[in-house]
């Protein structure tokens, strides 16, 4: 389905989703859709989800206990499900984001070498 | 609960999720439908994103588990007749096999029992071309020189009358070398083993069976030391064997009853002595170690002179020689049973085929109606993994059911089996089920359907998607499947065919059989076993005064038409005795031996002999010794061939000048009649009164010779009505006395045929329920055809096609299947024939009427098979049909 989509966007690593994820609940609850879009320009339309994986990411979270949700109503006066950070979800994302850190600057280092030094 | 909270409203969400991003799209100027459609491709597969959702939070495998087995269930629940015909099919087929591999199992396969069996050997002696067993002095010069074997033991069978306590009962016995029991490499469970000193006569010890112990003395274990009564005879008891023990084992050798009793043999003086008599001890004897088999033949061979050297001159210079062999026990007990057992393997092996080719067939069909939905699941995003999942689920629950749908049935097949064919087999009064066939044979038929079950998954993903969707809407179905499921049925019906044929010979041989002309009559009958105990019975006279007593009282019951005294009924063997006749003809051929009878009271008008030629005893005859003999045709014809054997002479023994027996006088002919089992040769015979059984043979015999007796009564009534009357009339005589065996004429008869019985029975049983699996899998094919090709016969019609021609088309398809298959199954059926025909009586292996009715049978099932199908075929409504396209 994503054959001809896949060339031009990068397929996200699934620990990345979640990552970001937790990065775009930092600045206060979402529903799922609000979270797709969120994700899609905080990228500039590169990291691209395929929408649906989204929802799978999400319920990963809510087991571990990183995210919850609970019913609220949108900005169209509908029902919906808001998701939120956890305590224990900020604190997660604090250490994945220096992993994260970490690792970029590890594979950047070993791309460009020159630069860095 | 959570997960609950968490998974309600997914659907919801989702859609709304997909219009939020439909709505976005509109704004950024789209239309609608394109707005719709983008949104759908970014949010990918909806279902499978629920799929995964939802595995997120539990075992994904056993949630899609569950969902295929809702599913199974429902959709199994739509077409019960599939599924109650693969259920029944594979409990059928399953647990025909079960019982028949059990029962094998149990009499071929299964150990002897006894410690390193394969050293055990059965001994012999050879008489003319027969083997027999020993007589006592032949076993004992054997087991004096003897170096090949660690030890030899005789045995014979004996009948005890157990008294005492309660009721007294006829038991088996049998009495056995000191060291049999260490030799088979067994100890008793209770007490001691015999020891050599009890092994004189007048030792009255005895070993108890477990289940003699179990019945009669409740499993007492204080029964050790205490004493029993053996023929009016006391005796201690001084061991137990444990339940597992059997011996003599059944089979078709000579001793092959089971003993509930073990007595040392403690051979006689007289037994010592008495040359050329008495060949009834079994011997068995276990190699030493490192001696082959032919080794111990080769030291046979040099026995047998010595033992021949032993032996009178007189009877040297007759010609008397006697030979050993021996062959291994294994080979004793199971011998002539072998080919039948292994033709009822061969047998139950087709059913399997059958079995498993009707599933097959079954499966394949259903999963062919399922191209289509397996193909949208695929369009729809099914994984492979999930959709074979699905399919076998289907396949597993129906393999379970028939499963144990086969378990039952080979219980109840099982319990079903006759208790005759139970007895005729060795080492078999219990049949388990044996578990490992179990899953054998239902693993055989689970592994096919599973097998076939996956076919249309591979016709999917070899055609494109889009192209299974096509096809199966339209046009007919895949050329291969058509074909693989076609030569199925041509496979089911061959098979069948040559079940039927071997059922069909088997029944025809077993009618030929029945049909055979006893020489007697058995119809209303009623027989009676006794054996009278040497105490109590020491006197020849206290043994013909019950005699006469009996009879007397026999005779006078109402409803008795005539009775007589034999010491053996037809079918049963008794004395067997070397003859030689005066006025004989020398020609070859002439036996040298006749079986011997003695009788009392009117014998041959009561078991209705009809007499050739002379007359029967005379009253006087019958008390007092007048040196007179009936013989039977075959005896008069061997000797004196063209003549009236009437008044001529014979005396038992060689014609050898000092032979003291008398010459007795032939006073009548009598027909033959059949000695052994029913279709044996009869023997040559001849008839004594029991007056001129000698005095001295029944005072005081150590053996029980003479004192068996049968008493057989004709009535005009059911001869079953008698039973109780004549109880009462041998209580009457003596209230200690047991009777051995109390039973019709006919039903003694019809034991003696029960292994061909059975054969023809189960042949028949596994023959018809192949012919209904082949029908079931012809029908099943036939309707799937019809269902697939409703569109051609739709188009049929229309273009005017008579109803008729439908129903002759379909008809015509399946009964070419059923042809092609009867033809096949004809070839076949002729070499089994050929290899069965030595287990038929009278009846060739190319039979017409078998290999006649065989083919109509077929075609005739064949029809009935093909003719809902075609009805309904006929019946199609060609405007529905092509309007629903």
Same mark, same amino acid.
């Given at each position: 389905?994503?054959?001809?989509?896949?060339?031009?966007?990068?397929?996200?690593?699934?620990?990345?989703?979640?990552?970001?994820?937790?990065?775009?609940?930092?600045?206060?609850?979402?529903?799922?859709?609000?979270?797709?879009?969120?994700?899609?320009?905080?990228?500039?339309?590169?990291?691209?989800?395929?929408?649906?994986?989204?929802?799978?990411?999400?319920?990963?979270?809510?087991?571990?206990?990183?995210?919850?949700?609970?019913?609220?109503?949108?900005?169209?006066?509908?029902?919906?499900?808001?998701?939120?950070?956890?305590?224990?979800?900020?604190?997660?994302?604090?250490?994945?984001? *220096?992993?994260?850190?970490? =690792?970029?600057?590890?594979?950047?280092?070993?791309?460009?070498?020159?630069?860095?030094? | 609960?959570?997960?609950?909270?968490?998974?309600?409203?997914?659907?919801?969400?989702?859609?709304?999720?997909?219009?939020?991003?439909?709505?976005?799209?509109?704004?950024?100027?789209?239309?609608?439908?394109?707005?719709?459609?983008?949104?759908?491709?970014?949010?990918?597969?909806?279902?499978?994103?629920?799929?995964?959702?939802?595995?997120?939070?539990?075992?994904?495998?056993?949630?899609?588990?569950?969902?295929?087995?809702?599913?199974?269930?429902?959709?199994?629940?739509?077409?019960?007749?599939?599924?109650?015909?693969?259920?029944?099919?594979?409990?059928?087929?399953?647990?025909?096999?079960?019982?028949?591999?059990?029962?094998?199992?149990?009499?071929?396969?299964?150990?002897?029992?006894?410690?390193?069996?394969?050293?055990?050997?059965?001994?012999h002696e050879r008489l003319g071309p027969q083997d027999a067993p020993f007589s006592?002095?032949?076993?004992?010069?054997?087991?004096?020189?003897?170096? *090949?074997?660690?030890?030899?033991?005789?045995?014979?069978?004996?009948?005890?009358?157990?008294?005492?306590?309660? @009721?007294?009962?006829?038991?088996?016995?049998?009495?056995?070398?000191?060291?049999?029991?260490?030799?088979?490499?067994?100890?008793?469970?209770?007490?001691?083993?015999?020891?050599? @000193?009890?092994?004189?006569?007048?030792?009255?010890?005895?070993?108890?069976?477990?289940?003699?112990?179990?019945?009669?003395?409740?499993?007492?274990?204080?029964?050790? /030391?205490?004493?029993?009564?053996?023929?009016?005879?006391?005796?201690?008891?001084?061991?137990?064997?444990?339940?597992?023990?059997?011996?003599?084992?059944?089979?078709?050798?000579a001793?092959?009853? $089971?003993?509930?009793?073990?007595?040392?043999?403690?051979?006689?003086?007289?037994?010592?002595?008495a040359r050329a008599n008495g060949f009834n001890?079994?011997?068995?004897?276990?190699?030493?170690?490192?001696?082959?088999?032919?080794?111990?033949?080769?030291?046979?061979?040099?026995?047998?002179?010595?033992?021949n050297?032993?032996y009178p001159?007189e009877l040297q210079r007759a010609g008397v020689a006697v030979g050993?062999s021996?062959?291994?026990?294994?080979?004793?007990?199971?011998?002539?049973?072998?080919?039948?057992?292994?033709?009822?393997?061969?047998?139950?092996?087709?059913?399997?085929? &059958?079995?498993?080719?009707?599933?097959?067939?079954?499966?394949?069909?259903?999963?062919?109606?399922?191209?289509?939905?397996?193909?949208?699941?695929?369009?729809?995003?099914?994984?492979?993994?999930?959709?074979?999942?699905?399919?076998?689920?289907?396949?597993?629950?129906?393999?379970?059911?028939?499963?144990?749908?086969?378990?039952?049935?080979?219980?109840?097949?099982?319990?079903?089996?006759?208790?005759?064919?139970?007895?005729?087999?060795?080492?078999?009064?219990?049949?388990?089920?044996?578990?490992?066939?179990?899953?054998?044979?239902?693993?055989?038929?689970?592994?096919?359907?599973?097998?076939?079950?996956?076919?249309?998954?591979?016709?999917?993903?070899?055609?494109?998607?889009? =192209?299974?969707?096509?096809?199966?809407?339209?046009?007919?179905?895949?050329?291969?499947?058509?074909?693989?499921?076609?030569?199925?049925?041509?496979?089911?019906?061959?098979?069948?065919?040559?079940?039927?044929?071997?059922?069909?010979?088997?029944?025809?041989?077993?009618?030929?059989?029945?049909?055979t002309d006893p020489g007697y009559? $058995?119809?209303?009958?009623?027989?009676? *076993?006794?054996?009278?105990?040497?105490?109590?019975?020491?006197?020849?006279?206290?043994?013909?005064?019950?005699?006469?007593?009996?009879?007397?009282?026999?005779?006078?019951?109402?409803?008795?038409?005539?009775?007589?005294?034999v010491t053996d009924l037809p079918l049963e063997r008794y004395e067997n005795r070397v003859l030689s006749a005066e006025e004989a003809q020398l020609a070859e051929g002439v036996p040298s031996t006749t079986n011997l009878s003695w009788v009392?009271?009117?014998y041959f008008?009561?078991l209705?002999i009809q007499l050739k030629s002379g007359?029967?005893f005379?009253?006087?005859?019958?008390?007092?010794?007048?040196g007179v003999v009936i013989v039977n045709e075959r005896l008069a014809r061997s000797f004196w061939p063209g003549q009236d054997a009437v008044g001529k002479r014979l005396r038992w023994g060689l014609n050898v000048p000092d032979n003291q027996n008398p010459w007795l006088t032939i006073i009548g002919v009598v027909a033959d009649v059949a000695d052994g089992p029913l279709g044996a040769e009869p023997s040559v015979h001849a008839y004594e009164p029991?007056?001129q059984l000698?005095?001295?043979?029944?005072?005081?015999?150590?053996?029980?010779f003479?004192?068996?007796?049968?008493?057989?009564?004709?009535?005009?009534?059911?001869?079953?009505?008698?039973?109780?009357?004549?109880?009462?009339?041998?209580?009457?005589?003596?209230?200690?006395?047991?009777?051995?065996?109390?039973?019709?004429?006919?039903?003694?008869?019809?034991?003696t045929? *029960?292994?061909?019985?059975?054969?023809?029975?189960?042949?028949?049983?596994?023959?018809?329920?192949?012919?209904?699996?082949?029908?079931?899998?012809?029908?099943?094919?036939?309707?799937?055809?019809?269902?697939?090709?409703?569109?051609?016969?739709? &188009?049929?019609?229309?273009?005017?096609?008579?109803?008729?021609?439908?129903?002759?088309? &379909?008809?015509?398809?399946?009964?070419?299947?059923?042809?092609?298959?009867?033809?096949? /199954?004809?070839?076949?059926?002729?070499?089994?024939?050929?290899?069965?025909?030595?287990?038929?009586?009278?009846?060739?292996?190319?039979?017409?009427?078998?290999?006649?009715?065989?083919?109509?049978?077929?075609?005739?099932?064949?029809?009935?098979?093909?003719?809902?199908?075609?009805?309904?075929?006929?019946?199609? @409504?060609?405007?529905?049909?092509?309007?629903?396209?």
């Open positions: 389905m994503s054959t001809k989509r896949s060339r031009d966007h990068i397929e996200l690593l699934q620990g990345t989703l979640d990552l970001l994820i937790l990065r775009t609940l930092r600045w206060g609850p979402a529903h799922g859709h609000a979270i797709a879009k969120a994700i899609e320009h905080g990228s500039d339309d590169v990291l691209l989800v395929e929408q649906g994986s989204l929802y799978p990411a999400l319920h990963r979270l809510i087991r571990r206990g990183w995210i919850d949700f609970e019913e609220g109503t949108s900005e169209n006066n509908r029902r919906a499900k808001f998701y939120r950070l956890t305590p224990k979800g900020r604190k997660q994302l604090e250490v994945e984001t *220096s992993k994260w850190d970490k =690792l970029a600057r590890a594979v950047g280092r070993i791309l460009r070498p020159a630069e860095q030094e | 609960m959570r997960r609950k909270q968490a998974l309600d409203g997914l659907g919801q969400e989702i859609r709304d999720h997909i219009e939020r991003e439909t709505q976005d799209n509109i704004d950024k100027g789209m239309t609608p439908t394109e707005a719709r459609r983008q949104a759908m491709i970014t949010f990918g597969n909806v279902t499978l994103t629920m799929e995964h959702t939802q595995a997120v939070w539990g075992w994904p495998a056993l949630d899609a588990i569950r969902q295929d087995l809702r599913y199974v269930f429902r959709t199994l629940c739509k077409k019960p007749a599939f599924a109650l015909i693969v259920i029944l099919t594979l409990g059928f087929g399953i647990g025909l096999n079960t019982a028949t591999f059990s029962v094998v199992n149990a009499a071929l396969i299964r150990p002897l029992g006894f410690a390193d069996p394969d050293r055990l050997v059965a001994l006592p002095p032949d076993f004992l010069d054997v087991e004096r020189d003897q170096q *090949s074997f660690e030890n030899v033991a005789a045995y014979a069978n004996v009948p005890f009358e157990l008294s005492g306590r309660s @009721e007294p009962i006829r038991i088996d016995g049998a009495k056995v070398s000191a060291g049999l029991f260490s030799l088979l490499g067994v100890s008793p469970l209770l007490g001691r083993d015999f020891q050599s @000193e009890d092994d004189q006569p007048g030792t009255n010890v005895a070993v108890l069976s477990w289940g003699l112990w179990q019945s009669r003395y409740g499993g007492d274990r204080s029964i050790v /030391g205490q004493t029993i009564t053996l023929d009016r005879r006391i005796y201690t008891v001084i061991g137990v064997m444990p339940a597992a023990f059997e011996f003599p084992r059944r089979g078709p050798q001793n092959n009853i $089971p003993a509930s009793v073990w007595v040392p043999i403690a051979f006689t003086g007289v037994e010592r002595q001890r079994s011997v068995i004897a276990r190699l030493k170690r490192g001696v082959s088999l032919n080794a111990a033949r080769a030291e046979l061979e040099v026995l047998a002179r010595r033992v050297a032993n001159p050993l021996a062959a291994p026990l294994r080979d004793e007990i199971v011998g002539r049973m072998e080919r039948p057992l292994l033709l009822l393997l061969g047998a139950v092996g087709l059913v399997l085929l &059958v079995t498993c080719a009707n599933v097959a067939t079954l499966v394949l069909s259903r999963a062919a109606s399922r191209t289509r939905e397996i193909a949208v699941r695929t369009a729809l995003g099914a994984s492979r993994a999930r959709l074979v999942q699905l399919l076998l689920t289907e396949v597993t629950v129906l393999s379970i059911v028939g499963g144990l749908v086969g378990l039952a049935a080979s219980r109840l097949i099982v319990g079903a089996l006759p208790r005759a064919v139970a007895e005729a087999i060795p080492a078999g009064q219990e049949f388990s089920i044996d578990f490992r066939v179990l899953a054998f044979t239902g693993g055989i038929a689970i592994a096919t359907s599973l097998l076939f079950a996956l076919i249309p998954l591979g016709t999917v993903a070899r055609a494109r998607t889009g =192209l299974a969707l096509q096809e199966t809407s339209r046009s007919t179905p895949g050329r291969r499947r058509h074909h693989m499921q076609a030569s199925l049925v041509v496979t089911t019906v061959m098979l069948a065919c040559v079940l039927l044929v071997g059922a069909g010979l088997f029944i025809r041989s077993f009618s030929a059989l029945m049909a009559n $058995p119809d209303r009958v009623l027989t009676a *076993s006794l054996t009278l105990p040497r105490v109590g019975y020491s006197t020849a006279a206290s043994v013909r005064s019950f005699h006469h007593a009996l009879l007397t009282r026999a005779s006078a019951l109402p409803a008795v038409r005539s009775a007589a005294l009392y009271g009117p008008q009561t209705g007359r029967v005379s009253d006087v005859e019958a008390i007092e010794p007048r029991f007056s000698p005095d001295n043979v029944l005072n005081n015999t150590p053996t029980s003479g004192r068996q007796v049968k008493l057989a009564v004709r009535t005009d009534a059911d001869p079953l009505a008698l039973v109780s009357a004549v109880r009462a009339e041998i209580g009457g005589i003596d209230r200690q006395l047991a009777i051995e065996s109390i039973a019709t004429m006919v039903d003694r008869v019809g034991e045929v *029960s292994p061909q019985r059975f054969s023809a029975m189960v042949l028949g049983a596994f023959a018809t329920g192949s012919l209904l699996l082949a029908a079931v899998g012809l029908y099943g094919l036939l309707v799937f055809t019809v269902s697939e090709r409703a569109r051609e016969i739709a &188009v049929r019609l229309a273009l005017g096609a008579q109803r008729t021609e439908i129903l002759r088309i &379909v008809i015509g398809h399946g009964l070419k299947l059923v042809a092609f298959g009867l033809l096949l /199954g004809l070839g076949i059926s002729y070499g089994t024939g050929r290899a069965i025909a030595s287990l038929l009586y009278q009846t060739e292996s190319y039979d017409i009427v078998t290999f006649g009715t065989v083919p109509i049978v077929l075609l005739l099932i064949g029809v009935i098979a093909c003719a809902l199908p075609a009805y309904r075929a006929s019946r199609v @409504e060609p405007m529905g049909i092509l309007r629903s396209e």
